[in-house]
């Protein structure tokens, strides 16, 4: 197969960029290695300048047509007092909400509207095994299938398959660690008709929850220390069932439903970045290029941040069949500080926040155990326009610049 561009990686990153390729002419294919986008551990959030995307591609209506629920204001409970973390409704962006929908409604929402272009392609179950090299540069890639082993040539290979990419491995591109001292539990528990929703996350001393409401169910996200999984396993499930309880209440009554710890997710949270997302015929965008912590749910924006950019810079070149290490190096220098600049916020909350959070013990769930930060937003709650301005549009939000090809429109 020959294509102007392979993209390694069906999600938020490689879809997005898949699909304005494909709307501007360009012949891509994406591979996605499992046969669905349904996974529990993916991010739900889709945020105001992400919105922005998607109103610009005139897909908004179309969009929030979609299963999802509208977060104005970002809430929680940290110990014991109800804050107001982020207000949105102040944002100058058309959708002054976090849409949060699971995110293979998003996935399969790009890839049902991409096959309406002809260069559009998607490959499921199919997964990258190594780069195909002509010289120093990368030409191409070989990928298995459910039909057997490919050989895909391209103009362009991108590396949209998160944090544990092939592609950035088999590139010799290395990782820049920033370190994180949390790790995520995922898990399942049903939800009840008269179950509280207002606060999104939950602060005690000594434990944090973060609960997506997904209709019939919570996606409930347990925050703990960095390595301490063994730990609490080895105190047994029940030890999980009574912590849920202390910081939720109102899930008494089905903590039972963990049956096993096979009903519990470890999500090892990691924070780092490319020292470099580009070799010759070959770049990284998305988790590939920088793993995001899970705090904010600002993953996915980055992401599609950068697959916008990449579309805005690189349409003409790969029309061209001329990219080069400059127009690589291009999205890369555009992308840095707004990542950079995202990471040093999340390390900041991780530190200040959540290590004083869970380092804390139950008697310490006072007024005075609040961090400052948090005491700041409730005293003077316009300081709640500074982190919906961080989530909800992020650091230098990019805007399609690219037009849809005769062939596509």
Do not use: M, W, Y
């Given at each position: 197969m020959r294509v102007g561009c392979c993209i390694a990686g069906g999600g938020p990153a490689g879809m997005m960029l898949g699909y304005l390729l494909?709307?501007?002419?360009?012949?891509?294919?994406?591979?996605?290695?499992?046969?669905?986008?349904?996974?529990?551990?993916?991010?739900?959030?889709?945020h105001p300048s992400t919105l922005d995307v998607i109103a610009e591609l005139g897909l908004l209506e179309a969009f929030l047509a979609r299963p999802h629920q509208e977060v104005a204001k970002l809430t929680g409970i940290v110990m014991g007092h109800d804050v107001t973390?982020?207000?949105?409704?102040?944002?100058?962006?058309?959708?002054?909400?976090?849409a949060l929908m699971p995110q293979w409604e998003f996935?399969?929402?790009?890839?049902?509207?991409?096959?309406?272009?002809?260069a559009f392609r998607v490959m499921m179950s199919a997964q990258?095994?190594?780069l195909v090299r002509d010289g120093g540069a990368v030409v191409g890639v070989r990928a298995t299938t459910q039909d057997g082993p490919i050989e895909i040539r391209a103009d362009l290979v991108v590396g949209a398959d998160g944090r544990h990419s092939t592609v950035r491995a088999a590139a010799g591109l290395t990782v820049r660690d920033l370190g994180a001292p949390i790790d995520v539990l995922w898990m399942q528990l049903s939800k009840h008709a008269d179950d509280p929703n207002s606060a999104l996350g939950r602060f005690v001393a000594g434990h944090v929850l973060v609960t997506l409401d997904r209709g019939d169910y919570w996606q409930c996200a347990f925050v703990i220390p960095k390595g301490g999984f063994d730990a609490l396993r080895a105190r047994g499930l029940q030890t999980l069932r009574d912590d849920l309880v202390a910081i939720a209440p109102f899930l008494h009554d089905r903590v039972d439903e963990l049956r096993s710890w096979d009903d519990v997710k470890l999500l090892v949270v990691t924070v780092d970045r490319l020292r470099r997302w580009h070799a010759p015929g070959v770049l990284c965008i998305g988790d590939a290029a920088h793993a995001m912590s899970p705090i904010g749910g600002v993953g996915i924006n980055l992401a599609i941040?950068?697959?916008?950019?990449?579309?805005?810079?690189?349409?003409?070149?790969?029309?061209?069949?001329?990219?080069?290490?400059?127009?690589?190096?291009?999205?890369e220098r555009r992308r840095t500080?707004?990542?950079?600049?995202?990471?040093?916020?999340?390390?900041?909350a991780q530190d200040r926040i959540f290590r004083s959070v869970l380092g804390a013990p139950a008697a310490a769930a006072t007024p005075q155990a609040v961090p400052l930060p948090v005491r700041l937003l409730r005293r003077f709650p316009f300081l709640q326009r500074i982190p919906a301005r961080v989530v909800g549009v992020g650091v230098r939000p990019e805007h399609v610049r690219t037009r849809p090809s005769t062939s596509s429109r």
């Open positions: 494909a709307r501007a002419g360009i012949e891509v294919v994406v591979l996605e290695k499992h046969a669905d986008f349904l996974r529990d551990f993916r991010g739900d959030t889709v973390l982020a207000d949105f409704t102040h944002l100058h962006t058309r959708c002054k909400f976090i996935l399969n929402f790009l890839a049902e509207n991409g096959r309406r272009f002809p990258v095994t190594e941040q950068d697959a916008v950019a990449a579309a805005n810079l690189l349409v003409e070149p790969l029309r061209a069949r001329s990219v080069t290490e400059r127009d690589l190096a291009a999205v500080f707004p990542v950079r600049v995202t990471q040093a916020i999340q390390v900041f």
